[in-house]
DNA sequence: ACAATAAGTCAGAAAAACATGACTACTAAC
DNA sequence: GTTAGTAGTCATGTTTTTCTGACTTATTGT
């Protein structure tokens, strides 16, 4: 009988994974970018300074693999390719401010 | 004008840090069973399996210092010391949960 | 005094993450 | 066919994180 269940997470459950998904070096910064519009590769270096394209690249399939981005070709005049944020990856927009509101409660700083 | 502020974090902001402070390798298992009551070393090495005395001391430590956890010496028969979660320490849970309800909601698995 | 238990620390090794610079592939313009 | 722009990959090296095993300190029991 445990009357404490406040986490069930087991682990190495999804929430585990999730969390290791938004824990590396570049992304948060990623999804910030990514929440205010589409992600373009050259953009991102540009945007993300002391970044890299090895660990943006990296950083990009992860997030497109566990669909938190959608990679989209527009063939356009100079054809190019955009990061979309998904469904699933602007859900992950709660625990970012959950962690804003703790870091703003928390430390007032005056 | 930014009409779409959905994350307002900066680059090396509180936030991140304290995403950082979480996603050590062990920390969320930590976490995972401070909720559930103090802990205690010997008692953390036999509950995590996988994990060693080095890892989990400088995790216990960096959460020490970070007041998510307290240490305190029991003074009692076999003498020995407790972590035991702190308020700032609970506040992160609502991050954990925010994790769960994620992962739960989107690979409902069957 | 000697052994046992609890809670570690320390030096060094191994593994994982991250960074760098050179190179590739595709398209379009000149 | 050469140059330029975009979007990368690849091999390699560096840095950071994690692991291992030996050692330490303190207390209690015999």
Redesign the interface.
């Known amino acids: 009988m ?1 009357t ?1 269940r ?4 087991q ?1 190495e ?8 998904l ?2 590396g070096k570049w992304k ?2 990623i ?2 970018l990514a ?3 589409p992600l373009r590769f050259s953009n991102l270096l540009r945007q ?1 300074p002391g970044s890299n394209k090895q660990s943006l690249s990296v950083a990009l399939n992860e997030l497109v693999e566990e669909v938190m981005l959608e990679k989209q070709i527009i063939k356009q005049k100079p054809l190019h390719i955009e990061y979309v944020l998904t469904d ?1 990856g602007r ?17 007032p700083k005056q």
């Open positions: 445990t404490n406040e986490i069930k997470c682990p459950c999804d929430a585990e994974k999730l969390l290791k938004l824990s948060p910064q999804f910030r929440v205010e519009g993300i699933k859900s992950l927009l709660g625990v970012f401010r959950e962690l804003e509101a703790l870091s703003d409660n928390q430390e």
